[in-house]
Every structure is written in structure tokens, then in C-alpha cells.
């Protein structure tokens, strides 16, 4: 007997361990955490962190390590001749140097400056393509997830027009084996009940379905269920397209293309460096020092066209970003007021619906009693109950909608996060 208490208990807890109903909140916060695209966005950032490093590095110049051994035809000097010339002087074919060289640009028509402003905007906008990866991951989740809510209702709702043909079937055989019935009766309640116990199973494989693409959205490997959300879905009150994230990321667009134009110009500009050597020659077995330091100027004269070619191609790189803001702006302007419309439309169909389904059970009373009385053939009173069943399904489909719809207009304005 304790046995079998012992066996029981592994049971179950086998099952609590081995199943995981996942709630709304913790499917996003996996996912934020989880989720490819997700952590590719944030590898992006750090990339975009890395090369403005990258620019401002260069504004510092570099510190290398130059050396060389050269055999020559003739001999050489070991160190340049300068006077007062003695006769000792070291000769050899065969010369070597070790030293260090410092280089740096001094100016270069604010070039390297407009680079650093440019890897900055790059910054930002790798950091809105992460927040706008995060809230259309949220919107993905959400849709699957209210998706699988629903179905779960639907199907509740099959069962129940299942078990009312069940019932209506067990009534129908009974009178027909009194005689009271038709055998065409039964005949079309038995293929009604055969229609609802598929479309039962069907929601059953739609629903392991999507909670298959729900894990693999997440980054995880199974989800058993999920729970119910008995929140609405909020929607965002500040709707101004200006707010959104597809148009802040616009705007950082036109704001890099117009850095590329000042960047651009800097080639117009002349060329400033300044260079520094130290280090030993080596021949013979004998060594000298030497050490040089010079600034170096480099203008630019004429190019056959390629400043100006870079130049214009910059105008218009900004002229481009300039009407993708402006369409990001229409665009978003015309989705939210669609968005908005959808969301009344929507709600407007469910207070239809839910009247609709008040008249339909109803309809479905009257016609089982019509029915039981002998006033009304059976079809009539499976159209009832197809009716309403029809009515249930669409008031749920309906509330999905409206859900989304709201979801949707969150997206645009950027609420999920």
C-alpha cells in the first residue's frame, strides 16, 4: 500500500515537473531575454559602441614599432654625414634600424570629428532598432499568445455545441425507437455531431500548434499551457507619430546623411600631420641614435571630379533620408487613424455580437421546445443551434480582434516596452 502512495506521488510530481503554464508576462520577459533576434540586436549596439571607439582612437594617432636591415650595392653611412666630417665615419653594406614612430593627423577639415558625430548617430540607431526588435517581438508574442486564449475558448465553446448535439441525439433515439421520431432525424443530428467532434480536434491541433511557435519565439523548448489574461490590453493615450520609433529612427537617419555632407566637405580641405621618429641604426657592430620630428601639409589641388562626385552623392544621401522621414511620418499618421478606426469598428462588433447571441439562445429555446412539441422539423432547430454556436465563435474571434487592434496601435506608438 505504501508503495503504491510512493509511485502515486512520483506521479505526480513527474507531471507538476514536466508540465509549465507560462503567463503573458513571463513569455516577454523570456523572450527579451531568449530570443535570437533579440540578442543580435544587442550585439549590434556593442558593435556600433566599438567603432565610435574606433573613431575617436584615431584622432590620437599611433605608436608603432618600425624596424628594418637593408644590404646596399656600395657602403653606406650608419647615420646621415653632417659636419663637422671626420674620417672615423661607419660604412657598411649591411644596415639596420630599430626605433618607434609616432604619427598623427593634425587636421584634416574636421573630418575625423564628423566621423566620431556619425558613429554616435550609428549608436542610437542601433539602440532604436533594438527597442523596435523588442516591441514587435512583444506584438508577436501577444498574437500568439491571445491567439492560443482564444482557441482555448473556442474550445470550450465546441464542446459545449458537442455535447448539446450529444444530448440532442440521445433524445432523437429514444423517440425514434417509440416511434415518435424520423430516422432522417437521427440521420441529421449523427452528422452534425461528426462535423463538431472534428472541429474539436481541429482546435486541439491548431492550439499544440501555436504553442510550438510560441516556445520557439521565446527561445525555449516547450510550453504545456498558458494561463489567461484577465487585464485589457491598454492603449497607449500620447498618439502622436512624432513618438513613434519608426520615426525617431528616420529622423536619426536624416541627422547622420547631414553629418556625411559635413564629412564630405572636409575634402576640400587641406591635410595636416605631424610625424615623430627614435631609434638606433645598427652596423658593423656599431650603433647611433637617431631622431627626427616634422609636420607635413597635404592640399588638395584637383581630384578630376571625385570631391565633388562625394560631395553631391552626400546631398543627395540627405535629400533621400529627408523623404523617408516625411513618408515615415504619413505613413504612421495614416496607420494610427486606421488603427483607431479598426479599433472602433471592432468594438462596435462585439456589442453586436454579444446582442446577436442574446437573441440566438433565445431562438435556440423556442426551437427545442417547437421541436419537442412536434411543430418544427429537426433542421430547424439544428440551424438554432448552429446559429448560436456561430454567434459564440464569432464574438470570441471578436475579442481577439479588438485586442489586437489595440496591440497593434501600441506598436505603432511604441507602448509595449
Not at 540586436?41 to 567603432?51: G, H, V
Not at 432523437?172 to 432522417?184: D, F, P, S, T
Not at 471578436?398 to 501600441?410: I, K, P, S
Amino acid at each position: 500500500m505504501d508503495r503504491c502512495r510512493k509511485l502515486f506521488a512520483a506521479a505526480l510530481l513527474f507531471v507538476f515537473q514536466s508540465s509549465w503554464a507560462i503567463t503573458l508576462n513571463e513569455a516577454i520577459d523570456t523572450a527579451l531575454k531568449k530570443a535570437p533576434s533579440i540578442l543580435l540586436e544587442k550585439e549590434k549596439i556593442n558593435q556600433a559602441i566599438e567603432e565610435k571607439r574606433v573613431k575617436k582612437a584615431k584622432n590620437f594617432g599611433s605608436i608603432n614599432v618600425v624596424g628594418s636591415y637593408t644590404t646596399y650595392n656600395i657602403p653606406r653611412t650608419l647615420a646621415p654625414i653632417v659636419p663637422p666630417i671626420t674620417p672615423d665615419l661607419v660604412t657598411s653594406k649591411d644596415i639596420g634600424t630599430l626605433g618607434l614612430k609616432y604619427d598623427v593627423m593634425l587636421f584634416n577639415g574636421f573630418s575625423d570629428l564628423r566621423s566620431i558625430e556619425i558613429a554616435e548617430l550609428s549608436k542610437k540607431i542601433s539602440k532604436t532598432d533594438f527597442a523596435l526588435s523588442k516591441e514587435q517581438l512583444i506584438y508577436n508574442i501577444k498574437s500568439i499568445y491571445f491567439k492560443i486564449l482564444t482557441l482555448k475558448k473556442e474550445r470550450v465553446s465546441a464542446l459545449s455545441y458537442q455535447e448539446a448535439l450529444e444530448t440532442l441525439q440521445s433524445k432523437v433515439e429514444k423517440e425514434y425507437e417509440l416511434g415518435k421520431k424520423a430516422k432522417l432525424d437521427l440521420l441529421k443530428v449523427a452528422s452534425e455531431l461528426e462535423i463538431a467532434k472534428y472541429n474539436s480536434l481541429n482546435i486541439d491541433n491548431s492550439i499544440n500548434i501555436l504553442k510550438a511557435k510560441l516556445a520557439s519565439l521565446i527561445g525555449i523548448e516547450k510550453i504545456d499551457s498558458v494561463e489567461d489574461v484577465y487585464d485589457e490590453e491598454k492603449v497607449n493615450p500620447n498618439i502622436e507619430p512624432k513618438n513613434s520609433l519608426i520615426y525617431k529612427k528616420a529622423l536619426l537617419d536624416t541627422e547622420k546623411s547631414k553629418k556625411g555632407i559635413s564629412k564630405a566637405k572636409a575634402l576640400y580641405y587641406p591635410k595636416v600631420a605631424f610625424n615623430a621618429y627614435y631609434g638606433d641604426n645598427f652596423a658593423s657592430g656599431e650603433q647611433e641614435e637617431l631622431w627626427q620630428a616634422g609636420v607635413s601639409i597635404n592640399i588638395p589641388l584637383y581630384d578630376f571630379g571625385n570631391r565633388d562626385a562625394q560631395f553631391q552623392k552626400a546631398k543627395i544621401a540627405y535629400i533621400i533620408s529627408g523623404h523617408k522621414l516625411k513618408n515615415s511620418y504619413l505613413k504612421l499618421k495614416s496607420d494610427i487613424v486606421d488603427a483607431k478606426e479598426h479599433i472602433v469598428t471592432a468594438t462596435a462588433k462585439i456589442e453586436a455580437l454579444k446582442k446577436q447571441l442574446e437573441f440566438l439562445t433565445k431562438i435556440e429555446e423556442s426551437e427545442k421546445i417547437k421541436y419537442q412539441n412536434g411543430v418544427s422539423d429537426v433542421y430547424d432547430l439544428l440551424l438554432a443551434i448552429s446559429k448560436k454556436r456561430k454567434a459564440d465563435s464569432d464574438l470570441i474571434g471578436a475579442t481577439y480582434d479588438l485586442t489586437m487592434r489595440r496591440a497593434y496601435l501600441n506598436l505603432l506608438v511604441g507602448q509595449n516596452i
